[in-house]
């Protein structure tokens, strides 16, 4: 008799709790225990995922579907959700995936090949929100050779790129059109352009070697949002995320310092689990500039209110 047969009745329905055989459920999860680390001993890894579906689901009456489902030991490691997870000398670190890591660049290189009578600002502002945001996902990640290995590829790019719109020029004369020196860096691939009011602007592509790694830092035993003795406790933890949301040094952060971290408009911390959205106090339709002075960080539903007044009081839509 197996231990579905003692909790679920005939058609599926769960039976009276009182009535089932612990004693006899119990002595079943025991045999299974035993017969998976025999199995697992001996290496035999299809019999092992057999035996561990059976223990784990057939009190829920649940089933493992086995087209999707691998069972691998961790030294050889697996791979989930762009993530690969291994050990490496007794030791679990999490990677980029490379097949991930891989297309990627391909798709970097391929955006370039579309982009070959494009200008060069173009190119970056392009290129910028896909590097940061690949970034972002894999920086809480063992990931500092992926960056830099990303970084050698989209340099190689670029030079393929701007070499083949000058092909009669020298290196010389293309590194001095494209690259300049940004932190130290002779090879930045930049250029100067104009914002939207017509002033001189810099246009920098994104280092993304320079991207730091964030480990995430588990919250302190059962502490709770709910509990409003810890109030202090998770607006710091919340400011701690709100510091690497944005560019260290950009005028994002800076705008979130101003306002304290908080929405100006219902007061709560900004990274308060709330989508967040930058609003122009002066709308850019008529006039406002992109300037610090002219932002103001919201959170999305705030932002909505905010615009839902009338004109003479809130202004158009930014």
């Given at each position: 008799m197996s231990s579905t047969s003692l909790?679920?009745?005939?058609?599926?329905?769960?039976?009276?709790?009182s009535q089932v055989n612990?004693?006899?459920v119990r002595k079943i999860v025991r045999n299974l225990r035993s017969r998976i680390f025999r199995a697992r001993k001996l290496g035999q890894w299809k019999r092992l995922k057999?035996?561990?579906?059976?223990?784990?689901?057939?009190i829920r009456g649940l089933e493992i579907s086995p087209e999707k489902t691998r069972i691998v030991s961790i030294n050889e490691g697996f791979n989930f959700l762009g993530f690969n997870l291994r050990h490496y000398d007794g030791r679990l670190l999490i990677k980029p995936q490379k097949e991930k890591v891989l297309a990627f660049c391909k798709k970097i290189g391929e955006l370039l090949s579309e982009m070959k009578t494009a200008a060069q600002a173009n190119i970056i502002e392009t290129l910028n929100p896909i590097l940061r945001g690949f970034?972002?996902?894999?920086?809480?990640?063992?990931?500092?050779?992926?960056?830099?290995?990303?970084?050698?590829?989209?340099?190689?790019?670029?030079?393929?790129?701007?070499?083949?719109?000058?092909?009669?020029?020298?290196?010389?004369?293309?590194?001095?059109?494209?690259?300049?020196?940004f932190r130290g860096d002779n090879w930045t691939f930049m250029c100067k352009g104009t914002d939207r009011t017509g002033k001189e602007k810099l246009h920098i592509l994104y280092d993304i070697s320079n991207t730091p790694i964030v480990r995430h830092v588990k919250v302190k035993g059962d502490s709770s949002p709910d509990d409003l003795s810890l109030k202090e406790?998770?607006?710091?933890?919340?400011?701690?995320?709100?510091?690497?949301?944005?560019?260290?040094?950009?005028?994002?952060?800076?705008?979130?310092?101003?306002?304290?971290?908080?929405?100006?408009?219902?007061?709560?911390?900004?990274?308060?689990?709330e989508e967040i959205e930058t609003h122009h106090i002066e709308p850019v339709a008529?006039?406002?500039?992109?300037?610090?002075?002219?932002?103001?960080?919201?959170?999305?539903?705030?932002?909505?209110?905010?615009?839902s007044k009338p004109k003479s009081k809130a202004g158009s839509k930014a």
């Open positions: 909790i679920n009745g005939v058609e599926g329905q769960l039976t009276n709790w612990w004693k006899q057999r035996l561990q579906k059976k223990q784990w689901l057939s970034a972002n996902y894999y920086r809480g990640a063992v990931s500092k050779q992926t960056f830099s290995y990303i970084r050698n590829r989209v340099k190689l790019y670029l030079w393929r790129w701007a070499s083949r719109r000058h092909p009669n020029k020298s290196k010389t004369w293309i590194q001095r059109k494209y690259y300049g020196k406790y998770w607006q710091n933890r919340s400011t701690k995320h709100g510091k690497q949301y944005w560019a260290k040094g950009s005028k994002y952060e800076q705008l979130a310092k101003f306002q304290n971290w908080k929405c100006p408009v219902c007061g709560e911390h900004l990274f308060n689990g008529d006039g406002g500039l992109n300037d610090i002075e002219n932002l103001m960080h919201l959170h999305k539903a705030c932002h909505k209110q905010v615009h």
